[in-house]
């Protein structure tokens, strides 16, 4: 999922920001559901998860914390 594209700014390139989940799910009514297993949580994902749930607040976010 594409969080924020690639930009240039005063000459400096910016690579796009990205969010890969593990499983994406979709169900037979279309709804559908990501999910993503995680050990802990980084600050790099605290920060995707928010943008995710902004940018996307059609689709369903399980977290599943092992």
């Known amino acids: 999922f594409e969080l ?3 930009f240039e700014k005063d ?3 910016y690579r ?3 969010y890969v989940a593990d499983f ?3 169900y037979p009514d279309g709804k559908v559901k990501i ?3 995680k050990g ?3 600050e790099t994902f605290k920060i995707k998860h928010k ?3 902004y940018k996307y607040p059609e689709l369903s976010l ?3 914390k092992v």
């Open 40 to 42: 802990f949580f980084t």
């Open 35 to 37: 999910i993503d297993v």
């Open 62 to 64: 399980l977290i599943v």
């Open 16 to 18: 796009a920001m990205e």
């Open 4 to 6: 924020l594209p690639k």
């Open 24 to 26: 994406k799910v979709t």
């Open 51 to 53: 943008i995710f749930e």
């Open 11 to 13: 000459g400096v390139k």
